[in-house]
Every structure is written in C-alpha cells, then in structure tokens.
C-alpha cells in the first residue's frame, strides 16, 4: 500500500510548552490528509482534516489555536499541539490516500505519535 | 449522520479455527466504501480488507473475507484457519467517496487462544 511516515513516534514534553508532528506521505502526493485522535482502549476520532494551500477543516469540538494544522506541500502535514497540557496526552495518527493508485479510495495511516505531556 | 456500529467488544478464537467479527452502519449514500482495519500492540493500522458498496460480489483477501449485506447495512469479517498474529483491535470504517474522512466504529479486541 500507499507509504504514510510520522515523526516523531513518541514525544514527552512539559506542560505549556509546543509540539510538532510531522505527517508525510512518502510515494504519493496527497492534497488531502486526515488527523485523528486515539485514547487508550478507544476508537479512532477524527480532529481535522488538512488542505493542501488553504486552510484546515476542524471537527466540532476541536480547537483550531490548539492544534495548529499546516499543510504547506503535497507531502506533508504538521500538526502542532500549542501550550501542550496533561489532558493533550493521546496518541495522535494522521491518514493519506493516493488518488493515482487503483485502490485510490483506501486511507493509509501513519504509524501514529505517542504525546505525553507531563 | 454517518454511524458504524460494531457490538462486540471483545472476542476468542481457537487457533486454527473461524471467527465472525460484527458490523452494521447508518447511511443515506448510495456509493460508499466499507473497510476493516486491524490495529495490533504496535498501534500501526493496518487495511485488511475493503468493500466498494455498488459490488455485490464479497470482499475476500487469503483467510479474510467479508459478509457485505447491503440492505441490512451489514459488514461484518470473516477470519478463517485463526493464527496468533491476528490477535488485534479491529476497527470496521466507513467512508463515502470523494477527499472523506473515516468513521469508525468502536472496535473489536480479537484474542487467539493457541
């Protein structure tokens, strides 16, 4: 399938302070990319979604000056948690498809970052 | 709204034998993508199989194939000849077409008795 890379895989930072993730599609050029949230033991929620060029769309509940979302090429996304606090510890994993390939409507997933803010 | 309902959250199989993992959906499309993901200890989700709703044939991949029952809005995946690395989450996902976003459903933790 499609390569999606994440980095980094695991980050510990202090409370108050501002963490980026990188999200990268690594064969394909996605002008779309998804970001999701993941708790211990629960599903996957969508965050947002990111645009190529134009702004982030964020899921109702979200708060876009939190997370900061940048998709500033067709091969990365980067997702910064701003004035990071406990309660922003999760597991955070973005998604990609490749619309060239024939299984064009299939979701790639990187390998997800494990945040953990102290 | 889209919905993905997934009612089993835990379930066992023996080694070697089959296993039947539930889903059902909510949806006013008409063309619409079905998927399962597996999500071992790594946490790296992993496609194991998909479904192009205008198919009526089944999904099958090796030991995994799909029950698709498109009017009932049933998905449901079918593990034969269980090995121990199928021991995952399983996530059943939804998503119509077009630059969509996933919709998961709660997940099902599968454990493999050897």
């Known amino acids: 399938g499609a390569v999606v890379s994440q980095h980094p895989s695991r980050v510990i930072c202090k409370s108050g302070t501002s963490v980026k993730i990188e999200c990268r599609s690594l064969d394909f050029q996605a002008t779309t990319m998804f970001w999701y949230r993941q708790f211990p033991k629960q599903s996957l929620m969508l965050m947002a979604t990111?645009?190529?060029?134009?702004?982030?769309?964020?899921e109702q509940g979200v708060e876009k000056d939190k997370f900061l979302i940048n998709h500033a090429s067709l091969t990365l996304s980067t997702l910064t948690v701003t004035s990071a606090h406990p309660e922003d510890s999760s597991f955070y994993i973005c998604s990609a498809r490749d619309p060239q390939r024939g299984d064009a409507d299939t979701q790639y997933f990187g390998p997800g970052t494990r945040l953990t803010v102290l | 709204a889209q919905t993905v309902t997934q009612s089993q959250p835990e379930m066992s199989v023996q080694e070697a034998e089959t296993v039947t993992l539930s889903c059902t959906y909510d949806t006013s499309e008409s063309d619409y993508y079905l998927f399962w993901y597996k999500q071992p200890p790594s946490r790296q989700m992993i496609l194991v199989i998909r479904?192009?709703?205008?198919?009526?044939q089944n999904a099958t991949e090796n030991r995994f194939s799909v029950n698709f029952q498109k009017a009932a809005k049933s998905f449901s995946l079918k593990i034969s000849d269980s090995q121990l690395g199928d021991a995952a989450m399983y996530f059943c996902?939804?998503?119509?077409?077009?630059?969509?976003?996933?919709?998961f459903g709660k997940g099902t933790r599968l454990s493999v008795i050897a």
């Open positions: 990111s645009n190529e060029g134009s702004k982030a769309t964020y």
């Open positions: 479904q192009e709703a205008y198919k009526q």
């Open positions: 996902a939804y998503r119509i077409s077009g630059n969509t976003p996933l919709v």
